[in-house]
Structures are given as structure tokens and as C-alpha cells.
T-cell receptor, first 111, second 114 residues
Framework: RKEVEQDPGPFNVPEGATVAFNCTYSNSASQSFFWYRQDCRKEPKLLMSVYSSGNEDGRFTAQLNRASQYISLLIRDSKLSDSATYLCVVSKGGSQGNLIFGKGTKLSVKP | DTEVTQTPKHLVMGMTNKKSLKCEQHMGHRAMYWYKQKAKKPPELMFVYSYEKLSINESVPSRFSPECPNSSLLNLHLHALQPEDSALYLC?????????????FGPGTRLTVT
């Protein structure tokens, strides 16, 4: 099992759609979980940290299920500007600064 | 609007050259990171500095030499690189307080080795 696995994508959705990304991780000792977005030829930008209680930031909702080692990101009412690659990121075991990035899922939002 | 800056933005160097990449952050973070990202791949961790001390070296070849002169600055010295080292080199920083070490990335240096 890969350390961090994501939906392969790409996801092509119309504006206003709801889109869900899923991610699984292999190391049960991982402590920190994040979603980043990366635009073409740009640096990754932190979208949100993910907590067991779930967290929401506007149109974005992230969930963590430690028992299933599963992380999700839901984007509601998608905008053209949401088009990017979404990276699921997990800390390597107990080393919180050592992050493992998933391969990313590309999202294209069309008019 | 990143608070992590990197210079240069682009660098072309020959295999016999010596060059340095520079990174600076003004967020008061005490951890800094170097990543390498190849096209269509995720970033891969190279080095971690915590409190200006090297804490993680992910088995990076010695032709890459990191340096952390102070808590705001991070350098990556390059010598005798190979064409396969061409990539986007990303610097990041994070706080070491709290439970979640959120990392903030600079814009990167796009390196081409000829």
C-alpha cells in the first residue's frame, strides 16, 4: 500500500458542482493531515489542516477518519478558480515535520 | 502572497558549476525545509532544519549541501549536479509550536542543469 493514495483524477466538473476528493494513508502513527492546492508551475498552498472533528472553511469541508486512515475534502459550489491540483498530505509517522505528499488529483471546473 | 521568498526564480547551471539557492522567511518560524519537485510529481522532502540544526536528511546526495545561517535564512549549495537534478526546488517553513506543523511554501527556484 502506498504511503498516501489519492483518487487518480482528473475531475472535470461544471461550475456550481460539488466535488469530493478522497485519500488514504498507510501509517497509523501519522499525526498531521493537510490539504494543499497547487496551480500549474506554482508552489503548493495550504488549503486547510484536517482534524478528527472535521473542519469547514467556507465552501471547503475536510474530514479525517483515523480508524479507516481516510481523509476527504469536499468542495461545494465549485468556481472556475478552484481549478488546480489538490494534494493530500500526511506526516510521516511521529515526525510531524516530515510530510508525505500524495500524487494529487487534478480538478478542472468548466463554465 | 507568500511570506517565504526564494532566489533566484530561475537558474541554469552547468554540471561543473557551483551555485546557491536562497530562502528567507519572516514569520518567526523555527523549522525550515527543502523539497524537490519534478514535473507532474509531488514534492519530495530533502532536508529539515529545526532551531537552525539539521534534523532530517532524506538520503540526499552530497552534491546538495544545506545551510541554515540563522532562523530566517536557509541556503542550498549546489555543486557538480547532474541533468536529472533539474527540478523545482521549494523551500518551506513552519512553526514548531502546537500540534500541527503547517508548512508554508516559497515560490520555488526552477533549476535546469545542462
Amino acid at each position: 500500500r502506498k504511503e498516501v493514495e489519492q483518487d487518480p483524477g482528473p475531475f472535470n466538473v461544471p461550475e456550481g458542482a460539488t466535488v469530493a476528493f478522497n485519500c488514504t494513508y498507510s501509517n497509523s502513527a501519522s499525526q498531521s493531515f493537510f490539504w494543499y492546492r497547487q496551480d500549474c508551475r506554482k508552489e503548493p498552498k495550504l488549503l486547510m489542516s484536517v482534524y478528527s472533528s472535521g473542519n469547514e472553511d467556507g465552501r471547503f469541508t475536510a474530514q479525517l477518519n483515523r480508524a479507516s486512515q481516510y481523509i476527504s475534502l469536499l468542495i461545494r459550489d465549485s468556481k472556475l478558480s478552484d481549478s488546480a491540483t489538490y494534494l493530500c498530505v500526511v506526516s510521516k509517522g511521529g515526525s510531524q515535520g516530515n510530510l508525505i505528499f500524495g500524487k494529487g488529483t487534478k480538478l478542472s471546473v468548466k463554465p | 502572497d507568500t511570506e517565504v521568498t526564494q532566489t533566484p526564480k530561475h537558474l541554469v547551471m552547468g554540471m561543473t558549476n557551483k551555485k546557491s539557492l536562497k530562502c528567507e522567511q519572516h514569520m518567526g518560524h523555527r523549522a525550515m525545509y527543502w523539497y524537490k519537485q519534478k514535473a507532474k510529481k509531488p514534492p519530495e522532502l530533502m532536508f529539515v532544519y529545526s532551531y537552525e540544526k539539521l534534523s532530517i536528511n532524506e538520503s540526499v546526495p552530497s552534491r546538495f549541501s544545506p545551510e541554515c545561517p540563522n532562523s530566517s535564512l536557509l541556503n542550498l549549495h549546489l555543486h557538480a549536479l547532474q541533468p536529472e537534478d533539474s527540478a523545482l526546488y521549494l523551500c518551506a517553513s513552519s512553526s514548531l509550536a502546537g500540534d500541527s506543523y503547517e508548512q508554508y511554501f516559497g515560490p520555488g527556484t526552477r533549476l535546469t542543469v545542462t
